[in-house]
C-alpha cells in the first residue's frame, strides 16, 4: 500500500502539512489545494478527510505551511 501511495505522489505531488493554532489548540494536517489564506481567514482542502474546511477567528491565525 505504501508504494502505491509514494506512486500516487511522484505524480500529483506531496500534500503541504498546515499546522495552525486555533483558540490554544494546535492541528497538524495535510492540505492538498489553499483556496484562501489571510490573517484572519484560512479555506483548505484536508486530506485526511478528504473535505473542505474554512477556519475564520477575529483575530489572527498563527500558521506554519511546509511543503515538500
Known amino acids: 500500500m505504501k508504494i502505491l501511495i509514494n506512486i500516487w505522489y511522484w505524480f500529483v505531488g506531496y500534500p503541504a502539512e498546515l ?26 482542502k484536508n486530506m485526511d478527510t478528504d473535505k473542505h474546511v474554512v477556519i475564520k477567528s477575529d483575530v489572527p491565525i498563527k500558521y506554519i505551511i511546509r511543503e515538500e
Open 19 to 44: 499546522t495552525y493554532w486555533f483558540e490554544g489548540t494546535e492541528f497538524k494536517v495535510q492540505v492538498r489545494k489553499f483556496k484562501e489564506i489571510k490573517p484572519n481567514h484560512i479555506v483548505f
